[in-house]
């Protein structure tokens, strides 16, 4: 069968001027200071000299230990969730978060490689409630559930690797009071440059990245825990553990293929094959290629996606698709599907020969736009390299013709991942990709 060539059905492309000028204008005069998490108010001091000091970067095995921590969130999630509860991002009080599951009330998932510490929990781990609770307190939920995951646990140990938590806050108000305290604290350390007001950080003297340059040893404000404080009852609740278990040990790794995976379905193919360790491996290599980006690149870029994940009310929409087993979410921003791409290019590529030269970008946003009826979406190109700032940002409408063929093609990708058969009858990954595969012998690229 003949490759499916994703250029043919583009119909239009048109460069859009005036969504490019109101970006660049809304980024730039993005209200000082900034955007502030929910990770900030767990620990101020640390927000405070992040900001200050972005040239500090952890030392690479804590970035290492910190991606596997994340790739293995996704992989637990998926384990005993769906896609539309995973990683809901969640705003309130001028703080932003995000909820690692949160179906009925938000559950917050933590992993550990040392044995689960059972004992009292607001003792050796207060800032997990405060976590909790600030969501809890974002969401209106009165109760919520700490999920804590021993990995590795050895086959023969007769302990749980995994303890669920129940935890419930019956203030939210005072949550939401302390909450604003700690943002406005943070924002005015920002502004006025001294971080001396902020609470000294529970990891001074602990191999604090921020040690060289932080004030915690002179500094007369305690660290305290005021929101764990406002924890009601916190029980563990075995039944829930056990569920989660019987979930984890059902869940195959057929489960829900994600849009990505039929963009590049031979890679998906040998993933899936090395499920736990592979899945958790990939993101690790992404999320470092990202991270190793310079500061300044990715603040632009953090930017970019801060507009299109969280933009103007209305503006943006998270849509489930689900197809037999492909179950993914689409972003919908300003009424079209819209990815966010950043070439490496140091010159623009002329917009008709965009599809050939990205045909991932375009079957991404092909796959996205007919998955979910659109005839239009939108790709924001960001080329990093190109060195006049006015022109690295670019947004191009794409329309594509006969949206049924594109949605039957995504279905046959859906359709081979599923049988798992023969590797050499699903579309190749673009070429550039075959070099830094860890795969391209067994798939015969090398
Ligand atoms: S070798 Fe190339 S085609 Fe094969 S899985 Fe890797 S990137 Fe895809």
Not at 128 to 141: D, T
Not at 362 to 369: K, N, P, T
Not at 378 to 403: G, H, I, Q, S, W
């Amino acid at each position: 069968m003949s490759e499916f060539d994703i250029a043919s059905y583009v119909s239009h492309i048109e460069a859009n001027r005036s969504v490019k000028d109101a970006l660049m204008q809304s980024l730039k005069t993005r209200r000082p200071p900034y955007r502030v998490s929910v990770t900030d108010l767990l620990n101020l001091k640390q927000a405070y000299f992040r900001r200050k000091y972005p040239e500090i970067v952890p030392p690479l095995e804590k970035q290492q230990l910190m991606w596997a921590g994340t790739g293995f969130h996704k992989t637990f999630g998926s384990a005993v969730s769906s896609e539309e509860y995973l990683e809901q991002f969640v705003e309130a009080e001028g703080v932003v978060g995000k909820v690692d599951i949160y179906e009925k009330i938000p559950v917050e998932v933590k992993t550990t490689s040392t044995p689960i510490d059972t004992g009292d929990l607001l003792q050796y781990r207060p800032t997990y409630v405060e976590q909790l609770g600030m969501y809890c307190a974002m969401v209106n939920a009165h109760e919520g559930e700490i999920i804590i995951y021993q990995r590795q646990v050895e086959q023969s140990s007769s302990t749980s690797p995994l303890i669920v938590y129940h935890v419930t806050f019956p203030d939210l108000e005072a949550i939401r009071v302390e909450m604003r305290r700690r943002r406005d604290l943070l924002l005015q350390a920002l502004i006025s440059n001294d971080p001396s007001n902020l609470p000294a950080c529970l990891w001074f003297n602990r191999q604090c990245d921020y040690s060289s340059v932080c004030d915690c040893q002179t500094t007369s404000v305690k660290a305290a825990h005021e929101i764990a404080g406002l924890a009601g009852e916190i029980y563990v609740d075995s039944m829930a553990g056990q569920q989660l278990l019987n979930k984890m040990a059902g869940s195959q790794p057929s489960q829900a293929f994600r849009i990505n995976d039929i963009v590049f379905p031979r890679k998906a193919y040998f993933e899936r094959r090395k499920l736990q360790e592979i899945a958790t491996a990939s993101e690790v290599r992404e999320e470092k290629e990202e991270y190793l980006r310079s500061m300044d690149e990715r603040g632009f870029l953090d930017a970019l996606r801060d507009s299109l994940r969280y933009g103007a009310p209305g503006e943006v929409q998270r849509i489930p698709v689900q197809h037999a087993s492909l179950a993914d979410l689409v972003q919908i921003w300003q009424s079209l599907p819209t990815i966010l791409r950043d070439p490496k290019f140091s010159s623009l590529v002329e917009r008709e020969r965009l599809p050939r030269t990205f045909p991932h970008y375009f079957l991404r946003l092909g796959f996205e736009c007919a998955l979910t009826n659109h005839v239009r979406g939108r790709l924001l190109a960001y080329y990093v390299k190109v060195p006049k700032e006015d022109a690295k940002l670019m947004v191009y409408d794409v329309t594509f013709r006969n949206l049924d063929a594109i949605r039957a093609e995504a279905l046959r990708r859906v359709e081979l991942l599923e049988k798992g058969g023969v590797v050499l009858q699903l579309p190749k990954c673009p070429t550039w990709l075959c070099s830094y595969c860890d795969y391209k012998l067994e798939c015969g690229q090398a």
